[in-house]
């Protein structure tokens, strides 16, 4: 074989080298847009909200979120903003959100900002269990602010918007949010919700022990069990699976367990 066969022969396998290198990256590496579609909804679930007029009278907003019948929800953290004459009082799954919720007992940031909330809830339990479909995430409540004036105006509330939410579960989970601005009217017919809600104690019930291989990236001491920096409800999905042997280990403290003392390492440092 001459020195340009030679040469040629070199060039041609370049070639198809990096082709196939570059197919290789795009289909296993780089998400496709069928990946990257929403595969969850995050919404208020009424579209126009009555509530009592009386000062002390709760004012409920559901917040609830539809998964694919495959898709177990795990976790999930987000905000909303609320109008001035508005003042939060707390968050609950009692009442109507019993009736059919994800059941994301534990609550893992509640942070209350001026005309607005951030929230993370989550729970530990296994895939199995994980609650699917249409359901409620939380119940927030708030009371009416009564105006200097005296008047009766309408308020408002709103999700934030994708950029401040995420979402974990059994599979990869996109959500997509409504945004609207949902008006709340205030009538003196309007009924007065039984239940009790207050600001909610941040942590949840303890985790089984689970003897695991520890990690080896440095910023997991302090929960950032996927090393990307941020200590968000994607490192509680790894802390999740870990302790029910689904696949993840991310050993916090190193210690050669995952249990609640892991948990509580990342509530303290979450973003």
């Known amino acids: 074989m001459n ?40 919404f208020i679930s009424e579209k126009a909200i009555q509530c009592n007029d009386k000062p002390d009278s709760l004012c409920l907003v ?16 987000g905000a909303m903003s609320f109008s001035e004459n508005l003042n939060l009082v707390g968050i609950t799954q009692e ?9 994301l007992d534990y609550v893992m940031k509640y942070t209350p900002v001026p005309q607005g909330l951030k929230l993370t809830l989550g729970t530990i339990k ?36 994708a950029s401040q939410w995420q979402a974990v579960g059994s599979q990869q989970i996109v959500p997509d949010i409504d945004t609207a601005p949902v008006v709340i009217t205030f009538s003196p017919s309007a009924p007065i919700p039984s239940i009790t809600i207050t600001p909610p104690v941040v942590g949840g019930p303890g985790a089984p022990i689970t003897p695991v291989p520890g990690g080896n990236c440095s910023t997991k001491a302090k929960g950032d069990c996927t090393c990307d920096g941020k200590i968000d409800v994607r490192d509680w999905e790894v802390l999740r699976s870990s302790i029910r042997s689904e696949g993840n280990a991310c050993d916090v403290n190193g210690d050669g367990t995952i249990n609640s003392v892991d948990l509580t390492i990342w509530k303290t440092n979450h973003d």
């Open 95 to 103: 009442g109507f959100c019993s009736q059919a919720s994800f059941g």
């Open 62 to 77: 559901h917040i609830f979120g539809s998964t694919e019948p495959t898709t177990g929800l795990a976790g999930v953290t």
């Open 126 to 161: 296994g895939d199995n269990l994980l609650a699917t479909g249409t359901k409620c995430i939380t119940t927030v409540g708030f009371k009416r602010t009564v105006p200097a004036n005296g008047g009766n105006s309408d308020a408002r509330v709103m999700l934030a918007d």
């Open 3 to 42: 020195k340009t066969t030679r040469l040629t022969v070199l060039g041609l396998v370049f070639v198809l080298s990096t082709l196939f290198f570059w197919q290789a990256i795009n289909t296993y590496l780089i998400p496709s847009k069928a990946q990257l579609a929403p595969n969850m909804k995050i």
